[in-house]
T-cell receptor
Framework: EAQVTQNPRYLITVTGKKLTVTCSQNMNHEYMSWYRQDPGLGLRQIYYSMNVEVTDKGDVPEGYKVSRKEKRNFPLILESPSPNQTSLYFCASSLTQGYGTGELFFGEGSRLTVL | AQKITQTQPGMFVQEKEAVTLDCTYDTSDPSYGLFWYKQPSSGEMIFLIY??????QNATEGRYSLNFQKARKSANLVISASQLGDSAMYFC?????????????FGSGTKLNVKP
């Protein structure tokens, strides 16, 4: 089954404790990206990756890091989480430019609470 | 600037009636794609429908249709014959095809409640 898998789905942590949210896709997509969803703001892009070792900032990258060492994996790293990073996070992937409609395939979401 | 605007935070519709969810956009990309996603209370994001800016006809997928008016920069979602299972949050989104493919922009969403 084609899917994007995120872990953990739910996490409560404390300020400053480093955490990583993993994301893996089995569709051989080159493009992957991370979003955060906050009430009234919709989804905002944090980082994206066009391919292995190619990443770039989205609209809200502050406080986050990413890496793309393998095509299927795109982890999101919060080096020193703060309460304003409490949010619902989505990982997504898509075909690359010029192939298909470019719709995003989403993971199930990771709800993060930073105390 | 790339932007998606959804001006209806919440809407009610009677079961079996049609409903239109509004979406306007702004982009500098001469070629772009418009998307609608559904987010039920369980939280997952479900792709509903796609409209390319170059498409001559409005997209349809079952009970979903996209009323695309390029000159007005609007891409409204029409749901015909609403069902209770249509109660969810709906997001309009846009992606550039020529210049802004790497960025995906979402509106703030419309929460639809279908009344029995």
């Amino acid at each position: 089954e084609a899917q994007v898998t995120q872990n953990p789905r739910y996490l409560i942590t404390v300020t400053g404790k480093k955490l990583t949210v993993t994301c893996s896709q089995n569709m051989n997509h080159e493009y992957m990206s991370w979003y955060r969803q906050d009430p009234g703001l919709g989804l905002r892009q944090i980082y994206y990756s066009m391919n292995v070792e190619v990443t770039d900032k989205g609209d809200v990258p502050e406080g986050y890091k990413v890496s793309r060492k393998e095509k299927r994996n795109f982890p999101l790293i919060l080096e020193s989480p703060s309460p304003n990073q409490t949010s619902l996070y989505f990982c997504a992937s898509s075909l690359t430019q010029g192939y298909g409609t470019g719709e995003l395939f989403f993971g199930e979401g990771s709800r993060l609470t930073v105390l | 600037a790339q932007k998606i605007t959804q001006t209806q935070p919440g809407m009610f519709v009677q079961e079996k009636e049609a409903v239109t969810l509004d979406c306007t956009y702004d982009t500098s990309d001469p070629s772009y794609g418009l998307f609608w996603y559904k987010q039920p209370s369980s939280g997952e994001m479900i792709f509903l429908i796609y409209q390319g800016s170059y498409d001559q006809q409005n997209a349809t997928e079952g009970r979903y249709s996209l009323n695309f008016q390029k000159a007005r920069k609007s891409a409204n979602l029409v749901i015909s014959a609403s069902q209770l299972g249509d109660s969810a949050m709906y997001f309009c989104a846009m992606r550039g095809i020529l210049y802004n493919f790497n960025k995906f922009y979402f509106g703030s969403g419309t929460k639809l409640n279908v009344k029995p």
